[in-house]
T-cell receptor, first 109, second 113 residues
Framework: QKEVEQDPGPLSVPEGAIVSLNCTYS??????FMWYRQYSRKGPELLMY????GNKEDGRFTAQVDKSSKYISLFIRDSQPSDSATYLC?????????FGKGTLLTVNP | DSGVTQTPKHLITATGQRVTLRCSPR?????VYWYQQSLDQGLQFLIH???????AKGNILERFSAQQFPDLHSELNLSSLELGDSALYFC????????????FGPGTRLLVL
């Protein structure tokens, strides 16, 4: 079993839709959880960062962590064509990050 | 712009050759991480340096090596290149003082023919 599992998609939604992106993990030692967005041919950029179980909101983005189920989610409200990108979940312990393979999202105008 | 720079942007070379990728971290950052991103493996952690010293190793092949210099820039050396080494190589930096956000550079796209 891989340490981090992420559905690669692709996921295609109409503009304005609510998007749900998910990852599961097997390593209970992970201490912090992140979501990165990566546009084609660019480096990943951080969207959300959280340590604890529960929800964290930032504008149209909500990160949800459930440590008991080893499950994290990213919700995007009112999705925009500019949100079209690959979304990578990442989980860390000490100084090491382990990434999911990424979900390719397309938001259609 | 993350503040992390990487050169070159693109590199095309032949099997068996050796290349060097360069990374300059954000101003003030002491930690540098190297990653390899391929379509089938995703983003794989290779190695981490903090203030010139190797701190952690991930899935880095013996043909690959890295170092961080006194001015904190880092180089990733890839030797005896194989077709399967074709990938995007990213570096990321943090201040190194804790479990922090990693800021990624724009990457070097390596194509081995």
């Amino acid at each position: 079993q891989k340490e981090v599992e992420q559905d690669p998609g692709p996921l295609s939604v109409p503009e304005g839709a609510i998007v749900s992106l998910n990852c599961t993990y097997s390593n209970s030692a992970f201490q912090y959880f992140m979501w990165y967005r990566q546009y084609s041919r660019k480096g990943p950029e951080l969207l959300m960062y959280t340590y604890s179980s529960g929800n964290k909101e930032d504008g149209r983005f909500t990160a949800q962590v459930d440590k008991s189920s080893k499950y994290i989610s990213l919700f995007i409200r009112d999705s925009q064509p500019s949100d079209s990108a690959t979304y990578l979940c990442a989980m860390g312990v000490n100084y090491k990050l382990t990434f999911g393979k990424g979900t390719l999202l397309t938001v259609n105008p | 712009d993350s503040g992390v720079t990487q050169t070159p942007k693109h590199l095309i070379t032949a099997t068996g050759q050796r290349v060097t990728l360069r990374c300059s971290p954000r101003s003030g950052d002491l930690s540098v991480y190297w990653y390899q991103q391929s379509l089938d493996q995703g983003l794989q952690f290779l190695i981490h340096y903090y203030n010139g010293e190797e701190r952690a190793k991930g899935n880095i092949l013996e043909r690959f090596s890295a170092q961080q210099f006194p001015d904190l820039h880092s180089e990733l050396n890839l030797s005896s290149l194989e077709l399967g080494d074709s990938a995007l190589y990213f570096c990321a930096s943090t201040s190194g003082r804790g479990q922090e956000t990693q800021y990624f550079g724009p990457g070097t796209r390596l194509l081995v023919l």
